[in-house]
């Protein structure tokens, strides 16, 4: 594998779920994030919205219907054409498999036509990842906090592609949680954006929840009897409005309260001095907040992909492409996704 082809620009194409992101980058060691020549992204909230949820079948149908013309958006973004392209890396697991078809075959058909390597690229390591696009990019050792709406881990990094797992969800993710907890509350879809900016008009102490398996040794979550303490509440309730808001944040202290402890718990079985933070749950201002607090007190760095790289996007599948493919990794032409895959069996990226 020439690495001199990776002087030119990564296609990244993310078709995960409900959102269709697609971005440009030319690979640049020393400064990731500045290679960042074209992002575009496409959501199917609105579509999915009447449904309370993700589709999956309509979310592999708005695939087809948006993913070339956002490709062709970015080019023209970028001032390019697909003959600039050096490669193309595209998210093949986990997620919906339906979804993951969508972007792997239009990947798959991009590279072949081109004459340019593939890569199918780690759903979760591109999010591990999206901190290195911000301008301080965190080097590895560190660990990682992964939190967002399928998953919420602790992941130690001793180098790209070198993950060991220290704590899984044992059922809801906490993005799931907010969710189903936004739900229980009558509130609209998506549920966890509109949760947290209830919880903004809440009153500190109304309500108290518990911090689910703090109270024991390990780094695993569990998410779902803190949704069922807030269904129990809501029901036992006065119903107002200014209720809503106060079980709304006293359920987001809860949240934050125990991925704080269990953040300060991995950092010191590793002794790791640095925490990444990313998924869809690393945009909630409160957890950012807190998080950053902590790392004053107790002497760790945090660091943060800016909020739009923290949803799903096609930037951080293009830079976790990008270090693949030019540390000489690629795949053959069939094309493959995994809905479950294992973020420890992923090999080095050197």
């Known amino acids: 594998m020439d690495n001199q082809q990776f002087s030119k620009p990564v296609l990244g194409i993310e078709t995960s779920c409900d959102e269709t992101g697609v971005a440009l980058l030319r690979w640049e060691p020393a400064a990731p994030g500045r290679g960042l020549l074209a992002h575009t992204l496409y959501s199917q909230i609105k579509l999915h919205a009447d449904y309370g949820g993700v589709v999956p079948e309509l979310a592999s149908r708005d695939h087809v219907r948006k993913l070339l013309p956002l490709v062709r958006e970015a080019l023209a973004e970028a001032g390019l054409t697909p003959a600039d392209l050096g490669g193309v890396a595209y998210t093949a697991g986990p997620g ?45 050792p560190f660990v990682a906090l992964l939190v967002s709406g399928g998953h919420s881990m602790l992941v130690e990094v001793a180098a790209i592609g070198d993950y060991r797992i220290l704590g899984d969800t044992l059922d809801d993710a906490a993005g799931e949680a907010f969710d189903k ?81 269990k953040c300060r718990r991995a950092l010191a079985t590793t002794g790791a001095r640095r925490l990444v933070i990313a998924g869809g749950v690393g945009a909630n201002r409160r957890l950012r907040e807190e998080l950053a607090k902590a790392g004053q007190q107790d002497g760790f760095s945090t660091y943060f992909p800016r909020l739009a790289f923290c949803t799903d996007n096609g930037a951080m599948i293009a830079l976790a492409g990008a270090i693949r493919l030019a540390a000489g990794q690629h795949q053959g032409e069939a094309v493959q996704v995994f809905p479950r895959w294992d973020l420890e069996t992923l090999p080095p990226a050197d």
Not at 204 to 218: E, I, N, V
């Open 181 to 261: 907890t936004a739900k229980l509350l009558g509130l609209p879809y998506p549920g966890g954006p509109a949760l947290a900016a209830l919880a903004g008009q809440g009153r500190h102490g109304a309500f108290r929840f518990a911090r689910p398996m703090t109270d024991r040794p390990g780094l695993d979550f569990s998410f779902s009897g803190l949704k069922t303490q807030v269904l129990l509440a809501w029901q036992q309730s006065d119903r107002r409005e200014q209720t809503r808001a106060d079980i709304a944040l006293a359920f987001e202290e809860a949240v934050v309260d125990t991925l704080l402890i």
């Open 96 to 140: 919906l498999v339906g979804a993951l078809l969508v972007g792997a075959a239009a990947a798959r058909a991009m590279a072949w036509a081109l004459g340019v390597p593939a890569i199918g690229v780690h759903h979760m390591e591109g999010h591990l990842l999206a901190p290195l696009l911000e301008d301080d990019p965190p080097a590895p």
